[in-house]
Structures are given as structure tokens and as C-alpha cells.
């Protein structure tokens, strides 16, 4: 199978987060290929990735054919938001594992979000609407936060 676009959750996006199984839900419908690094919430279309091994974006990417020019990482914590980008994916992160937006922000994250439900809120002006919209994805001052963090 390979795959022209598909969005990939790490382990700690807070699968359980309000939103989490709507954000999963609307993905898949706009023809996102949906991949978890870990078991989402029941009913959601997705694929699960059973061993991330070392490398957990690597083997999302691998499970379905996926290419970096066509994926976007959403992440939880400082740790996965590097994993995408040493990956060269672009990432959006969503608070909740620990991580302060200004952390996330710093290990490269895109965009960080409250919380699934706010991502999912404004979906369509994210990056996962448009995954290469933002060029080479290097975090700047005008790095998206919607919601309030800490």
C-alpha cells in the first residue's frame, strides 16, 4: 500500500484527550491514512503500529508506504516532536505529556495545540490541512499556538 497522505500520532498525543476519537475520525474522512504509534480510542479508523522500535515515525511511515513529503506527526511530548523532525516530518503537537508549549515549540513542533478537541477546532487552517505549507518546517516567532498553555 503506499500512501499519498497520512497523519501519524505518536504515543504521547493523549489519545484520551477530549476530541481524540473526532480528530482521528475527521482525518480519516478528509483521506488522511491514519497511523497510531499506540492503541487509540475504540471504533477510530486507523492503523497501529505494533513495534516503533527505535525509530517510531520511521516505522509509521513504513507500515503504510508513506513518504515524508506527504505525512504529518502529531506528538505529545519534547521527545516525539524531535523524532519527526530528525525524521524530516513536520509535526503538530498537542499539550497534555508534560511538555510546556514553549518546550514543544523548541524541539520543533509546528504548531501546538490545547488539547485534540482545539486542533480539531481549527483543522482546516492547521497543518494537517496542508502538510508542506510551512516549507521546511523550522519553528519561528509566528509559530502557531491555539489555546492556552503553559
Known amino acids: 500500500m503506499t500512501v499519498v497522505s497520512a497523519a501519524l500520532f505518536g504515543a504521547d498525543w493523549r489519545a484520551a484527550s477530549p476530541g481524540s476519537a473526532d480528530l482521528l475520525r475527521e482525518c480519516a474522512a478528509r483521506g488522511w491514512t491514519v497511523v497510531l504509534i499506540a492503541p487509540g480510542p475504540p471504533g477510530t479508523p486507523a492503523l497501529t503500529v505494533t513495534d516503533p522500535g527505535r525509530d517510531p515515525v520511521r516505522a509509521a511511515l513504513d507500515l503504510v ?86
Open 65 to 150: 508506504d508513506g513518504t515524508t513529503e506527504h505525512a504529518v506527526f502529531v506528538a505529545g511530548s519534547a521527545s516525539e516532536v524531535r523524532a519527526a523532525r530528525r525524521a524530516g516530518v513536520p509535526c503538530v503537537a498537542v499539550l497534555g505529556g508534560g511538555a510546556t508549549a514553549a518546550e514543544l515549540r523548541a524541539a520543533g513542533a509546528v504548531e501546538v495545540h490545547r488539547d485534540a478537541a482545539a486542533l480539531l477546532r481549527v483543522l482546516d487552517d492547521s497543518l494537517l490541512a496542508r502538510p508542506r505549507a510551512f516549507g521546511d518546517h523550522r519553528p519561528t516567532a509566528s509559530t502557531a499556538l491555539a489555546g492556552r498553555s503553559g
